[in-house]
């Protein structure tokens, strides 16, 4: 079949490995992934014209919920004087000085599955200046407003770190002023990005995307096997042109640097993005807004544990404590490409590379099982059931056991060749 | 003094800001900074040079050491290779089957002061395979040498974890693939990143650099504020171009973002470079790379805590667990800039952002002094003793209570202006 054809290595052991020979040519690969992407554009083109115009209120939800938009700092600015504004009228006529606060608590948290994803329900509390308990939170409520007004002016960002330096002696540990920095991008109705707050950067993103940082231009095929560093400032990104098929997400660095050295994106269109391990804000943003300008189909390829899937969770359905905001953090419709509970037979990853479930994993898997997120997807269900049955998880780099490229050569071809996703 | 000159900014603040008085044009401070460059360009052009031609013999000292190389690939397969042949032929010779293995215990480590850093004196143990204590090991060094003359063969990168699972059954845990694959480095004379199994990558680097990574072009003037990540594989990084007048080691992130945002490199041209905490192997092979090939002087910001002094001995002279190939990861000659000990009351950081030493940092600190790498420059041990006895700490962040931009506006220009580092 392959006669007269000239083959690119001279590896003895390569024809060895298991389901190569089920390898189709890449043209007929691509046949299939151009197909998937053209389908998926044209759905999330429809969805997100759809997102767009449904709101939370034409669900007709019984009760009314919360959520944040990403504004420009002059809105963000405006938004705080009209709050002082507020305030001073309410403390001139008699009123006296309090903060209305929307509550983050779980209790007012849900999972909307027509959005598929957690937003916030419109409970609030005032925060009066005038009561001894909530004294020193209402001080510190407007202390980050003032310091929020102030990035405004400046149009620098900062990290929350930062933050906490500027008045330690009034926020005492970190974790005040993180909790009232959700607070305030609740009270404004805005995004944390658009407080000019900013997480600390750990993604990276390397294939057929070109984007502007900060007004320079970056092509993403000319970043050697490190990798483009993704920015922690979103709103100073921009510009995003592709030619690839597919988003392949990966949870760990050591997958990402085989897929980057091989130049998997160049044998598979496709832009490679990973956060190396638990999703960071960046990230989750980059990732969003790749999905929602370039209309492409995201792949994930995470371990086969709980946390995998879990990952995978976070940057489809979002986080609970950032659930405010999740409409500007969640990637919706991500599949679940690898590696998969049921691969570990399939592809006859050997016993010895296949750890056993600790009780804490077991039990986490559980309790995924009732999570909507999870049990929507009919697919996902079966093969976390057989996850938490089989009592067996697995890294992506088990795959090595069959040599360093079998994930780049084989195992994720046949993957895209066989559309082998949930 | 200002008159006549068009301020830059409104903000009412910024006069009261501490010290902001003293600082002179930045024209004044760039004349310092191009003299530096020079002296130390000089300098390090002459001890480079002497670097290169001195050797451990050349100090007489009283023991042998060893020292690895940076090889070729072909270099190391031919020495994977001959030493098989060797092993053959004592196997046929009735002489039975064993590695030679030198020994990497602190036992067996020293510092040298004229070359200021650790290196490892010539101790070694056979590891027999005839042997019930060592059959084992053995067995694992023969895989590893066979997985890395794999590697030679393939011309590919991968990382421990890889190798670990590519015969997890063998090596049962990664940490006996990972003390392995340092003894084959020693055994074969050659750095672990000449075997191409790479740690994962952490740093990220922006500024007046130019450089290919991979065969591509890089310019970090142009990688906005996220920067470019640092390759994992050194040995496809090359031609570094450079204006910069120094190097500025940032211990972390949040630092090197406010210095990327603000274009610090623009104002004052340097190279930022950061490994985002603990030194990772990618980030030290970087910056001797730099400071070699450009000869630039390195500044070293990082957090005024015992943990911030031993960052820098590790990019200066090494961990003690690869001090066999401290030749390759250290950067000789970094200047400490601060934030120093003696920094907390020169620029009047207030009570409530320095932090009480806990009994652990307390001992830590003690513990340094007496290292000899702190012992040889007497304006650290300065430093550390007045940490110690003030039992007071800091964090690059702490800076941020005089304002965001206080790092990039006064502190570090004031800093260069007065050629305040040790």
Chains 1, 2 share one sequence.
């Not at 389908?39 to 115009?53: F, P, R």
């Amino acid at each position: 079949m392959a006669d007269g054809k000239k083959r690119r290595r001279t590896d003895p052991t390569e024809n060895s490995l298991p389901f190569k020979n089920k390898l189709k040519p890449d043209s007929v690969i691509l046949e299939t992934l151009k197909e998937f992407s053209t389908s998926s554009s044209a759905s999330s083109s429809s969805s997100s014209a759809a997102d767009k115009t449904l709101t939370l209120q034409d669900l007709s939800l019984p009760f009314r919920c919360r959520e944040v938009a990403d504004l420009s700092l002059s809105s963000v600015q405006s938004n705080i004087e009209s709050l002082a504004r507020k305030i001073a009228h309410s403390i001139l006529t008699g009123n006296g000085f309090a903060f209305d606060v929307p509550s983050r608590s779980s209790a007012n948290q849900l999972y909307v599955p027509e959005l598929d994803r957690i937003v916030l329900k419109d409970k609030s509390s005032l925060r009066p200046f005038g009561n001894i308990s909530t004294v020193r939170k209402s001080t510190i409520t407007a202390r980050i407003l003032e310091l929020i007004h102030q990035l405004c002016l400046k149009g620098i960002h900062v990290t929350k770190r930062d933050l906490f330096y500027t008045d330690v002696k009034l926020f005492k540990d970190q974790t005040q002023s993180d909790t009232v920095l959700d607070d305030v991008s609740c009270m404004l109705g805005c995004t944390r990005s658009s407080l000019n707050v900013v997480a600390a950067e750990k993604g990276v993103v390397v294939g057929r995307l070109i984007f502007s940082d900060n007004g320079d231009v970056i092509d993403c095929t000319k970043m050697g096997m490190g990798g483009k560093a993704i920015p922690p400032n979103i709103d100073r990104v921009g510009d995003m042109q592709s030619d690839a098929l597919f988003i392949l997400l990966v949870e760990k660095d050591a997958a990402y640097m085989r897929l980057a050295e091989d130049r998997f994106y160049n044998r598979f269109p496709c832009i490679i993005v990973t956060a190396k391990g638990q999703p960071d804000v960046s990230t989750r943003l980059f990732l969003r807004k790749m999905k929602m300008e370039l209309k492409l189909p995201v792949l994930a390829l995470v371990d086969s544990d709980p946390y995998g899937l879990k990952i995978l969770s976070v940057y489809g359905c979002g986080s609970k404590n950032m659930s405010y905001d999740s409409a500007h953090l969640t990637t919706p419709d991500i599949k679940w490409l690898g590696v998969r509970p049921s691969d570990l037979d399939k592809y006859k990853i050997p016993e010895q590379c296949r750890l056993p479930m600790t009780e804490q994993d077991i039990k986490t898997g559980k309790d995924m099982l009732e999570e909507d997120f999870v049990k929507k997807n009919p697919g996902w269900v079966e093969e976390l059931t057989l996850m938490v049955k089989t009592k067996q998880k697995a890294e992506i780099q088990a795959l090595s056991t069959f040599g360093f490229q079998y994930l780049s050569e084989v195992y994720l071809p046949l993957k895209l060749q066989q559309k082998d996703w949930l």
